[in-house]
């Protein structure tokens, strides 16, 4: 009765465990390592952004316990889309120490990735960047 549990344990356990990079195409894990850049150093670079726009706006009357949706819309110096690829919520704006009126902002921390303009052959620069506050 029990012989077929004895037999599932032993296939079971001669399976090789990899880990979860070991599955991953190489090429990816390659690029999920490389390139990841502080804002200040990107900006010494010349990685920077150059246009953003609202594709859908928020609602114009937002309060504070609503939830909402919107769409931004983030471009390089070259007009190339840049994509979020990370965020994190930092903080609730509370008291900004910059003088501007904010009303129910958020800091987020983002991760960019910028297209590789000379090649076109996908992603090559990442950037951490904390932007300014979303009202």
């Known amino acids: 009765m029990f012989g077929i549990q004895e037999h599932l344990m032993r296939e079971v356990s001669g399976l090789k465990e990899r880990s979860l990079g070991e599955e991953m195409d190489p090429v990816r894990s390659w690029v999920r390592n490389v390139g990841v850049v502080d804002a200040n150093v990107a900006a010494q670079s010349g990685v920077a952004l150059s246009r953003a726009h609202f594709e859908k706006q928020p609602p114009s009357n937002l309060r504070k316990s609503n939830f909402f949706h919107f769409v931004l ?5 070259h007009g190339q889309p840049v994509e979020v690829e990370r965020t994190s919520f930092v903080d609730f704006v509370e008291h900004d120490k910059t003088g501007e009126k904010t009303n129910n902002g958020t800091h987020y921390k983002l991760q960019l990735l910028y297209s590789n303009d000379d090649s076109g052959a996908g992603v090559e620069k990442r ?3 904390t932007p300014a506050v979303l009202t």
């Open 73 to 77: 819309a983030l471009y390089d110096r």
């Open 127 to 129: 950037s951490g960047v």
